[in-house]
């Protein structure tokens, strides 16, 4: 007792007080500034549309190393390959390094001996070994740092282009946004959370490997220096520290998810405001908005509040066990051989050579319990690793699951509809039957839903041969647009069997047309190349005529030709935009269009001419719109009153023309 005695100073006890003191009332402001928040009702803005429960789970166990094992195999697709090329350096310079290492140590060695020995020869003879491996040792480090870095992009370059592979293919890019909620911020995953993790993979991989390079380096050279029996002891310790602060790291990977998952909202909430600023400043609605990101972020750093305490309280543990207890045990190792006056190595050595042996075999062990505490920090990199791998692996199998047709999604409850006395219809997506044929679209016993089972229309029956145009109306809600999104494949067939020309033969004009990134030739082709056009023998002067039959042709000289680069989005007025995807229109001649009130911003007179190109070179409209002027260019009308109720007939003399 009187040995610690020493250390309770009034000094120190004033420093350990004050420590806990600051820790105390950080955690209480925290609390308070969180019940505050709740108090005033702020918390619950920011909804997360995330299953918490079920993806929380993140731990270095047998899920892990299966779900990496997975990832690694999209990483390293082959055995010969650009990133097993960047592994074998790194090893061969990690290996290089160790050596580098132990060169140092017994060069510095032999340079302390030399200069307590006054040996001007030896010491100038140790000092020019040094300085003229500088170079080399320069060098090794660096390659090492270029093998990483490039390591870290060739990974997230096959990750990226793998996830986009998915994500882009057929409608998958829609399906997750729109029909599955188990992804909430797939930009954030695709982007962040794929780096984050190529990096962290990497790290470990690096963190991992010299260390124990170092281990295997350092045993081989102690046991001959002091026996067997000091590493093997610092390698006990290894294993039952490890195990130790595995456990209470478990956390990480959990708090780590949900990091990235706020972080994930607070970019959602910042884009919707840039995307949606004009309505909101029609609203007055930045005090609101202001509110909404304000929660987000306090959200987040609460947690990250949270997760630094965390690390502080783990980074002391971690210090303690990995750093300076392992120093420990290499003390009481080493000393061992030096204490003991009976140890056979060291009864007749004189104290230059016990002195030169310590320095050698102390500094050797000093290194091997340094390794062994890097080893066990970088469990800690492990477990955080643990968290990015969880969400990469979630978002691959989202993406699998849509691209096979599967989707997860709260559903409506038909109970009401049941009490009501309407029979219930068993929804099962994808239980209709598709079928591709041409210059026909038919739905034959359709059930028309939204994708969580909302019914619009029960029962869909009507038929349209090419050349008859349709008319769709009805009030907002009653299911209009929610038809093409099913005619297009977007949304999932519920029942009956719907005939249909293949994808490419269908094409879709809304009414805000999309104006993509490129070159005002891009903008008529969309979605196809340059190549694709030149591949279908259309020339640009047959591009002017599209122009010139939407009235767009002085377009090409006030933007300077095909080949401008400009923001269409901003360039064109709304009425050019629409005009604009009409000469799209005529530029892919599909079979069947569907325009979505494509034409409100266009004067009767160009619309009526747009209709009559399309019905002279073949393409059959099915025309959502609320003008009177457009009943005379179609031969029938789908109406919807939005109670379930529908009405399919011929346009006729006697037929009573409604809209504006």
């Known amino acids: ?326 120093t420990v045990v290499g003390y009481l190792v080493v000393s061992r051989p030096f204490l003991s006056l009976s140890h056979p190595r060291h009864i007749k050595s004189s104290h230059s050579e016990l002195l030169e042996d310590y320095y050698q075999s102390g500094r050797m062990l000093l290194r091997m319990s340094q390794a062994l505490g890097r080893i066990v920090l970088a469990g800690r990199e492990m477990t955080r690793l643990a968290g990015f791998t969880a969400r990469i692996t979630e978002l691959m199998q989202v993406l699998k699951d849509l691209n096979h047709g599967k989707y997860e999604r709260t559903m409506v409850s038909q109970q009401d509809k049941e009490n009501e006395g309407i029979k219930a219809i068993p929804l099962v997506p994808g239980s209709g039957e598709i079928i591709n044929a041409d210059h026909i679209i038919k739905f034959d016993h359709v059930p028309l839903a939204t994708p969580n089972g909302d019914i619009l229309i029960r029962d869909l029956n009507f038929e349209v041969t090419s050349g008859a145009n349709v008319l769709v109306c009805g009030p907002n809600g009653c299911g209009k647009s929610s038809l093409f999104r099913v005619l297009g494949e977007l949304w999932p067939l519920f029942g009956g069997r719907l005939t249909k020309p293949e994808r490419g033969k269908l094409f879709y004009v809304p009414q805000r047309p999309y104006m993509t990134l490129g070159t005002l030739r891009d903008q008529v082709i969309y979605p196809d190349t340059i190549e694709e056009q030149r591949k279908k023998g259309i020339s640009d002067l047959v591009l002017k005529e599209y122009l010139d039959n939407v009235q767009l042709g002085q377009i090409l000289d006030r933007e300077g030709g095909w080949d401008s680069v400009q923001d269409w989005m901003d360039v064109l007025s709304g009425g050019e935009k629409q005009r604009m995807a009409m000469a799209r229109l005529f530029y892919h001649k599909p079979q069947f269009a569907i325009l979505d009130e494509c034409t409100s911003a266009v004067s009767v007179d160009v619309e009526g001419y747009i209709y009559s190109h399309c019905r002279k070179v073949g393409i059959t409209l099915f025309t959502v719109s609320h003008r009177k002027s457009l009943w005379k260019h179609h031969e029938y009308y789908l109406h919807m009153d939005g109670r379930g109720n529908y009405e399919f007939k011929q346009i006729t003399e006697e037929t009573i023309e409604f809209g504006s």
Request: aromatic residues 12%; charged residues 20%; glycine residues 6%.
């Open 1 to 326: 007792m009187a040995g610690y005695s020493k250390y309770l100073t009034p000094r120190n006890a004033a420093l350990a007080g004050a420590g806990a003191l600051l820790l105390y009332l950080l955690r209480q402001r925290r609390r308070a500034a969180a019940a505050l928040r709740k108090k005033n009702g702020t918390l619950p803005l920011i909804l997360n549309n995330e299953k918490d429960g079920k993806k929380d789970k993140a731990m270095v166990d047998r899920v892990f190393f299966a779900r990496i094992g997975r990832i690694l195999k999209i990483l390293v697709p082959k055995t010969i390959c650009q990133e097993t090329g960047y592994l074998t350096l790194i090893a061969v310079m990690l290996i290089a390094r160790t050596y580098c290492d132990v060169w140092m140590i017994q060069n510095g060695t032999m340079i302390e001996s030399a200069i307590i020995g006054r040996s001007r020869k030896d010491f100038s003879r140790y000092l020019f070994n040094f300085i003229a491996a500088m170079p080399v040792i320069s060098l090794v480090n660096n390659f090492l740092k270029f093998g990483l870095n490039e390591l870290k992009l060739c990974f997230r370059e096959r990750l990226t282009k793998y996830l986009y592979d998915e994500y882009l293919q057929s409608f998958t890019y829609y399906k997750m946004g729109n029909l599955d909620n188990r992804i909430a911020n797939a930009d954030q995953l695709l982007t962040q959370d794929v780096e984050r993790f190529c990096n962290s993979v990497v790290d470990v991989y690096s963190n991992l490997s010299k260390p124990f390079l170092d281990i295997v380096l350092y045993i081989f050279k102690l046991t001959s220096a002091i026996g067997a029996q000091g590493p093997a002891s610092m390698m006990a310790y290894l294993v039952v520290s490890g195990l130790f602060l595995t456990r209470l790291r478990r956390p990480i990977g959990k708090m780590t998810i949900t990091e990235q998952r706020y972080e994930g909202e607070y970019r959602y909430v910042n884009s919707r405001l840039i995307t949606n600023s004009e309505e909101i400043a029609f609203y007055n609605g930045n005090t609101r908005e202001k509110q909404t990101i304000h929660t987000a972020f306090h959200k987040l750093v609460e947690h990250l509040h949270n997760f630094i305490l965390f690390r502080f309280s783990m980074g002391f543990v971690d210090s303690i066990i990995a750093k300076y207890l392992a």
